[in-house]
């Protein structure tokens, strides 16, 4: 009976420790798991952070390149407005002064330059001549700083009066204003400069030529001096001294021209009538052979 008991508390020990070795496995595992589910949750924050950091990333990104985007936008558009456009002014009224210009179109829009062109030296020179020292303008150009409002000015003021009222000084003129398309004021300057190049040039071969003259004018003064000295040596000496002459044949005048084609014209009319003359002749002598010859047959 002792030894039952005995074995029987020996299997209820044997049970005890082998549940509580199960149960301490048991909880072992689950610590481990539960360590296991904290990790993952760990790495799935850690991966959402990323995503997160990415997607702003990448927020961040399309921000800058639209803003980018946006700039580059507001630079063209900036550059498409500060585009000149540059108006030709066919017509100047007298005593029309760029100031007075300036103050006309200022009203519709920002004008930069303004050039007008003074006339030429010839017609300065006979106003001088005259009395008048002023120096007026024929024609001009003016450059708008937007080019659209230049099209609109141009568009709108052709062939319409200088002046709003009736008193108010330029009103009896007209506007002859154009567009000009694609035209910058370089096209302008460059024309100028060449303008003045070629005047330059001008006035150099005129000034040649004028040399030219004068040497050979003061050339042949001392040859015929020269020639003069030694024509009066020889007169000296008792030498005879020939004198040249120059053999040239003058020109016709007018007249002469004209009468020596009358005298051809009344020739050749002569010959047409001396032929008349001869072809009636003729023409007379056969009609006394052909009368005779018509007559003598009847008789027979």
Avoid at 125 to 133: D, E, I, N, Q, V
Wanted: hydrophobic content about 30%; glycine content about 4%; some cysteine.
């Amino acid at each position: 009976m002792e030894r039952r008991e005995e074995d029987e508390d020996t299997k209820a020990l044997a049970q005890t420790e082998d549940e509580a070795e199960q149960d301490d496995e048991e909880e072992e595992k689950r610590e481990d798991g539960d360590f296991d589910d904290d990790d993952d949750e760990e790495e799935e924050g850690a991966a959402a952070d990323r995503r997160d950091d990415e997607d702003k990333d990448v927020g961040d990104k399309d921000a800058v390149e639209v803003k980018e985007k946006k700039k580059k936008v507001k630079n063209v558009f900036q550059d498409r407005k500060c585009v000149p456009g540059i108006i030709y002014l066919g017509h100047i009224p007298p005593r029309f002064r760029p100031k007075q210009l300036r103050n006309l179109l200022s009203v519709y829009g920002e004008i930069g330059r303004i050039f007008l062109q003074p006339e030429d030296r010839q017609v300065r020179k006979r106003k001088k001549k005259a009395g008048l020292r002023r120096c007026d303008f024929t024609e001009g150009w003016v450059e708008f700083r937007d080019k659209r409002v230049a099209k609109k000015v141009a568009a709108s003021l052709h062939n319409t009066p200088m002046g709003t009222r009736k008193r108010q000084r330029f009103s009896s003129d007209l506007w002859c204003m154009k567009y000009l398309h694609r035209f910058q004021w370089i096209h302008l300057s460059e024309r100028l400069a060449y303008e003045q190049t070629v005047l330059n040039q001008r006035l150099r071969t005129e000034v040649s030529q004028a040399k030219r003259e004068t040497n050979f004018y003061l050339n042949n003064v001392e040859k015929s001096a020269h020639l003069d000295k030694l024509r009066k040596k020889r007169q000296r000496d008792g030498e005879q001294v020939e004198e040249k002459t120059w053999d040239f044949t003058q020109r016709q005048t007018e007249e002469e021209i004209q009468m020596k084609k009358k005298r051809k014209k009344d020739s050749v009319l002569q010959k047409h009538l001396n032929k008349a003359r001869l072809m009636e002749q003729k023409s007379q002598s056969n009609v006394s052979l052909l009368a005779k010859i018509f007559n003598s047959k009847p008789s027979q």
